[in-house]
């Protein structure tokens, strides 16, 4: 399994992001797939989720309305629209697999993760 992110950066509050996770190494269009963040100095926590056909997702209530999950099975990508970013948003941004039939879960022990996107937002 192999996960890699792409379209962090610095950016300015108000400002938007897309973020993009290439997967390869399993069947993507099987898995339901997860952005997790982890700001400086806190604990990892799960920003969005997307099931395996899009027909359902999850945000955490301080993302809703601004950010949009979404995938491409096509191209087994899975991306994170990030609008009116605000500089709480900072943080590391992974993109994880969870196993197979699993949406999303408090426990991340048995999937698989990317390396990591920064996101700075700051003017």
């Known amino acids: 399994v192999q996960l890699v992110e792409s379209g962090g950066g610095l950016v300015q509050p108000g400002g938007s992001l897309r973020l993009s996770c290439a997967a390869s190494g399993f069947t993507f269009s099987s898995y339901a797939m997860n952005w997790y963040r982890q700001p400086p100095g806190k604990e990892r926590e799960l920003v969005a989720a997307i099931t395996s056909t899009s027909s359902n997702t999850h945000y955490t209530d301080s993302v809703k309305g601004r950010f949009t999950i979404s995938r491409d099975n096509a191209k087994n990508t899975v991306y994170l629209q990030m609008n009116s970013l605000k500089p709480e948003d900072t943080a590391v941004y992974y993109c994880?697999?969870?196993?197979?039939?699993?949406?999303?879960?408090?426990?991340?022990?048995?999937?698989?993760w990317g390396q990591g996107t920064q996101v700075t937002v700051s003017s």
């Open positions: 994880y697999a969870p196993p197979l039939s699993v949406y999303y879960s408090a426990s991340t022990d048995f999937g698989s």
